[in-house]
Structure formats: C-alpha cells, structure tokens
C-alpha cells in the first residue's frame, strides 16, 4: 500500500473562492487521480493527474473549475475555483503504484457556503 | 460503457448471519473488479480484487462473468464489519468505475 495524506482534512468556504487541496504520497507514483464524492453519492473521477503533462479530464469536469498540477511524481494539488454550494463535496486523491489497484488518502471535506 | 450496480443502499443483518453485497456490472472487455470498504470515520480501502482470489477478513468475492457479477460474501457476520462497501470496476488500471455502494450494518 502506501501512505497518503491530504491537506486540508475539510474547510468551510464561502462562495465564489478557490480552493487548493493537496495530496502527497510517500513514495513516487506515476498516476494519480482526484475524485469527488459529494453527499449520499458514489466516487466520481475528475481527472488523472500524470507528472510531466497535463491533467486528463473526465466528461463533466473542465480545467477551468479544476486545475490541477503534478510538479513531481509525490505530489499534486486540485484547485476547486469560484466555488458553488453544489461543490460542496468530499475530493479524494488516490494513486496506483502499478499494481493496477487504487490507494486513497483520507479526503478533503468541503462545505461552500 | 462501464457501469457497476449496487442494488442495496442498505443491508441490515444479525451478527453471525451471512450476509452478500450484490455487485453487478456492465464491461465489454475483461474486466478488473475490486471491493473496497470505508469505516465510519475511515479512509476509503481496499477489501480484495478478483485477480488475487484472496479472502479477507473473511470476506470472498468470485468473479461471474456470465452473470456479470462480483458479489461479496461472507459467512458469518461479525459488527466490526458494519462499514460501506463498493464495488469498483477498471480496465486494467484505467478508468476506475464506483458503484454507488451499500451500507451494511451488522447488529448485536
């Protein structure tokens, strides 16, 4: 397995500001992924982070709400822009370490108000 | 598309029955599939994947491909083992699929 961690663990924002949350991992990765989960839902993927180009996007989610950066392959950040209470939500980072199986970090809950 | 069902939101048992979380799921390949479990206040973890056909805190889950299910049982209930479960599919990596999950609660 590995060790994920993700900073904040939740916060409170008001609507119509950004939001960075960061997910670091203990060892080096070469996929990382964002997910949301947002009240009584599933887990749905944002995008696929890949350290050296740019992030993958799934249908639904643009870079413009959700940037994302990979500087290194133990890091990355996911950027909640100009946000909405519908964004109210818990994002997950996970990794695969290609062993084809995902590892998350502990999530980051979000409430807009 | 891919696409994995849960059709309990919520399965309530005794402690010591047997319990099945029902997975079904839509793939046109060959698919990866997963189980993973969340504890209250818990990160999200992996419980078993078919591909090591392991046993789990004694949960088990075979792959039906006829069927098209991955249910996951076990025999004997146990209340550390009230949680959410999911079941996951993946191409081999890419483009994990969650279902929606099911809430077990197992009572004394």
């Known amino acids: 397995s590995a060790v994920i961690s993700q900073k904040p663990s939740r916060d409170i924002c008001q609507r119509g500001t950004s939001l960075t949350i960061q997910c670091q991992v203990d060892?080096?990765?070469?996929?990382m992924f964002w997910y949301r989960q947002q009240p009584g839902q599933s887990l749905t993927l944002i995008a696929t982070?890949?350290?050296?180009?740019?992030?993958?996007?799934e249908s639904g989610f643009v870079i413009d709400k959700f940037p994302i950066s990979r500087p290194n392959l133990t890091f990355s950040t996911l950027t909640v822009s100009n946000m909405s209470p519908e964004d109210s939500s818990i994002y997950l980072c996970?990794?695969?370490?290609?062993?084809?199986?995902?590892?998350f970090g502990p999530g980051t809950r979000l409430t807009v108000l | 598309a891919q696409r994995v069902t849960q059709p309990e939101k919520l399965l309530s048992v005794f402690k010591g029955a047997p319990v099945e979380l029902k997975c079904n799921y839509s793939?046109?390949?060959?698919?990866?599939l997963f189980w993973y479990v969340q504890y209250s206040r818990q990160r999200l973890q992996l419980l078993l994947r078919?591909?090591s056909r392991e046993s789990i805190k004694g949960f088990t889950a075979d792959l039906n491909k006829g069927e098209t299910s991955f249910h996951l049982k076990k025999p004997f209930a146990q209340e550390e083992d009230s949680a959410m479960y999911y079941c996951?599919?993946?191409?081999?990596?890419?483009?994990?699929?969650f279902g929606p999950g099911t809430r077990l609660s197992v009572l004394p």
């Open positions: 996970s990794v695969d370490r290609g062993e084809d199986t995902q590892y």
């Open positions: 060892s080096q990765v070469t996929m």
């Open positions: 982070a890949n350290q050296g180009s740019e992030a993958t996007y």
């Open positions: 793939y046109s390949g060959s698919p990866e």
């Open positions: 996951a599919l993946s191409n081999y990596g890419q483009n994990f699929v």
């Open positions: 078919h591909i």
